[in-house]
Antibody, heavy 115, light 110 residues
Framework: QVQLQQSGPGLVKPSETLSLTCAVS?????????WGWIRQPPGKGLEWIGA??????YYNPSLKSRVTISVDASKNDFSLKLTSVTAADTAVYYC?????????WGQGTLVTVSS | QSALTQPASVSGSPGQSITISCTGT?????????VSWYQQHPGKAPKLMIY???KRPSGVSNRFSGSKSGDTASLTISGLQAEDEADYYC??????????FGGGTRLTVL
């Protein structure tokens, strides 16, 4: 059974870059599926950030200019970078495995943007 | 692209049935059979309840069912139970190779 374990800082300063990593176990990232990120601001709904699939990336148009998702196949993990963060980027960030449906979620990481 | 539209809240008594709607456009719900529904309890990651409009993952109660008509999908929960109280989110694949979520619906079991 696939498991996703997230890591990364819980506090980021405004204008800096948010970086998170998701380690995958029980499945090889190179075997397929989309590997993506979803966030949820406190008290609000889910927002799909983007995903990577066989080297191709797909991003939410509203975040595209600030987002990079990449894979490290040697470590079987994938990462999120979100640049120029503001308080509006404060949220719980989830990594996820999906095709047309998300079937596996990471545990979630609360990232707070504050000086 | 805008979020899919869901009612902010619905409620029902134990044993009753409720339906949550999710409205999109002809570029997402109306075009693809890739609508899914997630249940989220406070402080927890979402849990998949319905996928491909009508399919239930293994282990999900048959009290949960999904349907679609045009640009609107629906989740119906029959025989409401206290444990069903949670937030529910719909999601759809889109024509520009992205995924959209709804704004979420808070279900209260009275």
């Amino acid at each position: 059974q696939v498991q996703l374990q997230q890591s990364g800082p819980g506090l980021v300063k405004p204008s800096e870059t948010l970086s998170l990593t998701c380690a995958v176990s029980g499945y090889s990232i190179s075997s397929g599926y989309y590997w993506g990120w979803i966030r949820q601001p406190p008290g609000k709904g889910l927002e799909w950030i983007g995903a990577i699939h066989r080297g191709n990336t797909y991003y939410n148009p509203s975040l595209k200019s600030r987002v990079t998702i990449s894979v490290d196949a040697s470590k079987n993990d994938f990462s999120l970078k979100l640049t120029s963060v503001t308080a509006a980027d404060t949220a719980v960030y989830y990594c996820a495995r999906h095709l047309y449906v998300v079937d596996s979620w990471g545990q979630g990481t609360l990232v707070t943007v504050s000086s | 692209q805008s979020a899919l539209t869901q009612p902010a809240s619905v409620s029902g008594s134990p044993g009753q049935s409720i339906t949550i709607s999710c409205t999109g456009t002809s570029s997402d719900i109306g075009f693809y059979e890739f609508v899914s529904w997630y249940q989220q309890h406070p402080g927890k990651a979402p849990k998949l309840m319905i996928y491909d409009v009508t399919k239930r993952p293994s282990g999900v109660s048959n009290r949960f069912s999904g349907s679609k008509s045009g640009d609107t999908a629906s989740l119906t929960i029959s025989g409401l139970q206290a444990e069903d109280e949670a937030d529910y989110y719909c999601s759809s694949y889109t024509s520009i190779n992205t995924w959209l979520f709804g704004g979420g619906t808070r279900l209260t079991v009275l």
